[in-house]
Antibody, heavy 116, light 110 residues
Framework: EVQLVESGGGLVQPGGSLRLSCAGS????????MTWVRQAPGKGLEWVANIKQDGSEKYYVDSVRGRFTISRDNAKNSLYLQMNSLRAEDTAVYYC?????????WGQGTTVTVSS | QSALTQPPSASGSPGQSVTISCTGTSSDVGGYNYVSWYQQYPGKAPRVMIY???KRPSGVPDRFSGSKSGNTASLTVSGLQAEDEADYFC??????????FGTGTKVTVL
């Protein structure tokens, strides 16, 4: 079964850091662009970042550039999102997804809450 | 990067058709054929229903169709069924390796 499973969410204070992980299975992870998308409570979807198959290209939404870092380890079939200098407005469910042009596989999401 | 504009809600009776619009600019929707549509049930992850404006992934009913004219893309659900009641989001490539989602539309089956 093709599957993505996120982990690493939690409650963090403003200014803190968190690292999200996304484990892929059932497909050749190294063959696909991967994407992070977030959804604030009661709000719409927001593209956060994506990364090329070999990690050589990475792109970010303006609001997280310089604070978040996307990375991957193809040997471990894993995608990561290192989030630093977190703000209240980063509070959201974070999803990882396969591809960028048609996000055809999604994880179940992991919740990040930034609050004091 | 401004969100694409969708109507907050749309509705129809079972068997009817409903069309959701997604309005952007020439820098996103109008400039590229990378428009996708996602269905999302409350508390669940999104599911891709349409990609590259009008292509349907395997497993998606042919009741779902997509199109684009100028800076506006549209998703049409024909033969509405109870299970189509959900939130729908469009997305588009916005150039310079950026991507943008729509504001979302809640579809209600009356």
């Amino acid at each position: 079964e093709v599957q993505l499973v996120e982990s690493g969410g939690g409650l963090v204070q403003p200014g803190g850091s968190l690292r999200l992980s996304c484990a892929g299975s059932g497909f050749t992870f190294s063959s696909y662009w991967m994407t992070w998308v977030r959804q604030a409570p009661g709000k719409g979807l927001e593209w956060v970042a994506n990364i090329k198959q070999d990690g050589s290209e990475k792109y970010y939404v303006d609001s997280v550039r310089g604070r978040f870092t996307i990375s991957r380890d193809n040997a471990k079939n894993s995608l990561y999102l290192q989030m630093n200098s977190l703000r209240a407005e980063d509070t959201a469910v974070y999803y990882c997804a396969r591809r960028w042009d048609a996000m055809d596989v999604w994880g179940q999401g992991t919740t990040v809450t930034v609050s004091s | 990067q401004s969100a694409l504009t969708q109507p907050p809600s749309a509705s129809g009776s079972p068997g009817q058709s409903v069309t959701i619009s997604c309005t952007g600019t020439s820098s996103d929707v109008g400039g590229y054929n990378y428009v996708s549509w996602y269905q999302q049930y409350p508390g669940k992850a999104p599911r891709v229903m349409i990609y590259e404006v009008s292509k349907r992934p395997s497993g998606v009913p042919d009741r779902f169709s997509g199109s684009k004219s100028g800076n506006t893309a549209s998703l049409t659900v024909s033969g509405l069924q109870a299970e189509d009641e959900a939130d729908y989001f469009c997305s588009s490539y916005a150039g310079s390796n950026k991507f943008v989602f729509g504001t979302g539309t809640k579809v209600t089956v009356l």
